[in-house]
């Protein structure tokens, strides 16, 4: 699976984007897709995740009730709404394909494929 992200760009604190990242190859609804983000001089963290057939969604606790991630099974892509954005919520954000077992969605590791990385900038 190939991803390809985007929708990154400046934003000031309290305003929204949304990400995008489409995959290419074969996927099937029980998969996961995943977004991480990097700080510059931090690990790669969990954001959000959520199974292609849209039963299950999962947050990092630094994001709920601001972020929401949806996806469009027809297109093969996943958004990530971010609203209320905060200076903290600055950094490389990557989406992610292929959860392996043990299916710890939290575990950068675990993840097989990966986007390019879109940048995310708020502004305080």
């Not at 954000?93 to 390019?116: D, E, F, H, K, T």
Request: glycine share 10%; with cysteine; proline share 2%.
């Amino acid at each position: 699976v190939q991803l390809q992200a985007s929708g990154g760009g400046l934003v000031q604190a309290g305003g929204s984007l949304r990400l995008s990242c489409t995959a290419s190859g074969r996927t099937f609804s029980r998969d996961f897709m995943g977004w991480f983000r990097q700080a510059p001089g931090k690990e790669r963290e969990f954001v959000a995740a959520i199974r292609w057939s849209g039963d299950n969604t999962h947050y990092a606790d630094s994001v709920k009730g601001r972020f929401t991630i949806s996806g469009d099974n027809a297109k093969n892509t996943v958004h990530l709404q971010m609203n209320s954005l905060k200076a903290e919520d600055t950094a490389v954000y990557y989406c992610a394909a292929v959860l392996r077992a043990p299916y710890n969605i939290v575990a950068v590791n675990l993840w097989r494929s990966w986007g390019q990385g879109t940048q995310v900038t708020v502004s305080a």
